[in-house]
């Protein structure tokens, strides 16, 4: 009897061994929870470090190809894309027809539907050319560029540092500016040379805004503008339909509400250098 009832005792131990073994306590749990929660967080925030890495890189771009706009004015009398003939050939550059929009020399990067030797091409390939960016664009031959001999938008324009973004170049109002968008089209047989769909978000486009003006959407040297743009950067005037904007005019704000669409990628910035 004493026996069997040791026999029964043992049996229990080690069945009771068995089901700690097999099993997790709570404080076991908890400690794999907080791990995961690190995990977590660690990733989220490594996220919006890399985002805000972005945004520095993109501000120190246009910062960068300002700097290359002046050091160009100042060697050949005249800005990229917008030098004449005469000047352009002297230095072994390449130009347009001298006509409206074709280096035609008034100052304004006009764009000329996609003729060859529109201004916003020229742009990019002078400052190519004169060793002032690090892009190597080459498109031009002769005495006319086109963004035809193109395989892909970054053959023509540069590509901003935010992923799905690039810099081009048009004129409003009597200045110039850099656009900062995702293009969609680069030539048109008729119309504008480039076309382009909104791919910062709100926050983004903010963020921008702030670290180069005043970060206002309707105000300053950088604007938002509409988030399908064709040629011409003009302003967006209206609350704005794609939720980039809250209202119209100087009372308008960027929409940086994370819970709603400040992430969702709706923007597209127009940046005044000249």
């Not at 076991?28 to 990733?43: F, N």
């Not at 120190?60 to 700097?67: D, F, L, P, R, V």
């Not at 030098?83 to 100052?107: E, K, M, P, R, V």
């Not at 994370?258 to 127009?270: A, D, E, H, I, K």
Request: neutral net charge; proline residues 2%.
């Amino acid at each position: 009897m004493i026996i069997l009832k040791n026999l029964h005792t043992k049996a229990h131990k080690q069945r009771s061994k068995s089901a700690r073994k097999s099993g997790f306590t709570l404080i076991e749990l908890s400690i794999v929870l907080v791990i995961i929660g690190l995990i977590v967080g660690g990733v989220l925030t490594g996220q919006d470090l890399i985002k805000a890495a972005q945004v520095r890189a993109t501000v120190s771009q246009y910062e960068g190809y300002n700097t290359a706009v002046n050091t160009f004015q100042t060697k050949y009398n005249g800005l990229p894309g917008d030098l004449i003939a005469a000047t352009a050939s002297q230095f072994g550059l390449t130009y347009g027809a001298g006509t409206a929009g074709l280096g035609d020399g008034d100052g304004m990067i006009a764009d000329n539907s996609g003729t060859a030797g529109v201004e916003g091409g020229l742009f990019w390939v002078h400052l190519s050319a004169a060793n002032l960016i690090g892009n190597n664009f080459t498109l031009a031959t002769g005495t006319a560029t086109d963004y035809a001999g193109a395989a892909s938008t970054a053959e023509v324009l540069p590509l901003a540092k935010i992923t799905g973004n690039y810099f081009w170049v048009s004129s409003s109002g009597g200045l110039n500016y850099y656009g900062l968008s995702g293009v969609t089209s680069f030539l048109e047989t008729t119309g504008p040379a480039v076309t382009s769909q909104g791919q910062l978000t709100p926050i983004q486009a903010y963020n921008i805004d702030l670290k180069i003006d005043d970060g206002a959407p309707n105000t300053g040297i950088v604007q938002a503008i509409g988030a399908s743009v064709s040629g011409a950067l003009t302003l967006t005037t209206a609350a704005s339909t794609i939720s980039c904007i809250s209202a119209s005019g100087s009372a308008g704000t960027y929409v940086t509400n994370v819970t709603t669409v400040g992430n969702t990628p709706s923007c597209s910035l127009r940046m005044r250098f000249n």
